[in-house]
């Protein structure tokens, strides 16, 4: 059976194992070297590692492109833009993982790109951005407020038009979504996140279908010197293991305290498209398999309010980040480079494997202290 029969969830699993033989492991071993022999393919530790290969074509396998890891997801992000020449336009969304906000307007300061920001679940405002747009960069769903944009429709427009697409995948996974097969350029993750799915690494990865763009991406890795570690690599492949148990679980928790907190005197609305009432629920539908572990929420009390609850709780941890094993919750305003387009109480949620009548019992204590 080859991999290309595999569900996905099998592919989590199987995908990147070294070679049968007798007697050999079944994991891959982890090579921490920085100098080696002349006369192979690698050459020196910045060009190459068993260890980032084997979480590349695990990756890659999910994903569907050939694939390069990273030492952050930032650093993959700041590859791609990097490939983009000198007052290029890129139109991306009004609100959206920090860490790329603050890149974009950074480099747009220093004169170096121009950027069209727009709401990404409003697609005739990203459609009539595209007239001149070098790259489209998208979330979705969007972080942290769980917008979604019509994929497929805007991929197809932008490819049309001759745009470059680029899709960070981190909240949805390769499991519920795959730019990819819609036609998009790139694909990015925060490997930090869902795929090592234990908060203990930081790493990112871009996977591709353009041979010719893989190695433009490669060689800017390669001297730029962004590099993964391969302890860091293994430890990833290892958290990709569990990646489809992992999201099965969080997800369908995420989606219980979501209804659970829609009907909360205490909570102003809930983010999320699993819940039908949510108004990206049916695009999200149509061409997503699954909602993702992630939600928001928003209190009618306000910010102190929010930073009081999430500094109450017993069991959730009131940290930045999200797609691990435990939960996480926190007031993104809290913030400096968070979007002002983000209310100032909404609390974002990762949802991780707990039981989810603890995680409420949480959560309902909480709430109690704000009343």
């Given amino acids: 059976m080859s991999e290309k029969e595999l569900s996905p969830e099998t592919l989590v699993v199987s995908a990147g194992r070294p070679p049968v033989e007798d007697d050999a492991g079944i994991n891959s071993a982890i090579s921490m070297n920085a100098t080696r022999h002349a006369g192979g393919s690698i050459g020196y530790g910045r060009y190459g590692n068993e260890n980032w290969s084997a979480l590349e074509a695990a990756i890659g396998a999910l994903e569907g492109g050939k694939t390069l890891v990273f030492s952050s997801g930032n650093a993959a992000i700041s590859a791609v833009f990097s490939l983009l020449p000198i007052g ?196 999200a539908k149509s061409f997503m398999k699954g909602f993702g572990a992630v939600f928001s929420f928003e209190l009618h009390a306000g910010a102190k309010a929010a930073d009081t609850l999430c500094s109450s709780s017993l069991l959730i941890s009131n940290a930045t980040s999200l797609g691990g094993v435990e939960t996480l919750w926190e007031r993104r305003r809290r913030w400096s480079g968070e979007s002002s387009s983000v209310p100032e109480s909404l609390i974002r949620v990762s949802v991780g494997c707990e039981n989810i009548e603890d995680l409420w019992a949480d959560i309902d204590q909480g709430l109690k202290r704000i009343k």
């Fill in 88 to 283: 290029s336009v890129i139109t991306a969304s009004h609100q959206g993982y920090s860490g790329v906000m603050t890149l974009l307007k950074t480099l747009e300061a220093a004169g170096r790109i121009e950027v069209r920001y727009v709401d990404v679940s409003n697609t005739v405002e990203v459609l009539d951005a595209l007239p001149g747009t070098s790259l489209l960069w998208l979330e979705s769903p969007t972080n942290p407020m769980l917008d979604i944009a019509d994929l497929p429709t805007l991929i197809n427009a932008a490819k049309k038009a001759g745009v470059g697409v680029g899709i960070d995948n981190t909240f949805a996974t390769p499991l519920n979504q795959n730019p990819l097969s819609m036609g998009a350029d790139i694909v990015m993750h925060s490997v930090t996140k869902f795929i090592s799915g234990h908060s203990d690494i930081l790493m990112g990865s871009l996977s591709t279908n353009d041979l010719a763009l893989f190695a433009r991406l490669e060689e800017v890795r390669k001297f730029n010197g962004a590099i993964a570690g391969p302890f860091e690599s293994w430890l990833a492949l290892r958290g990709l293991r569990t990646l489809a148990v992992r999201l099965e679980r969080g997800q369908s928790s995420a989606l219980e305290l979501a209804k659970r907190l829609s009907v909360h005197p205490a909570v102003y609305r809930v983010h999320y498209p699993g819940l039908v009432s949510d108004p990206h629920h049916n695009l």
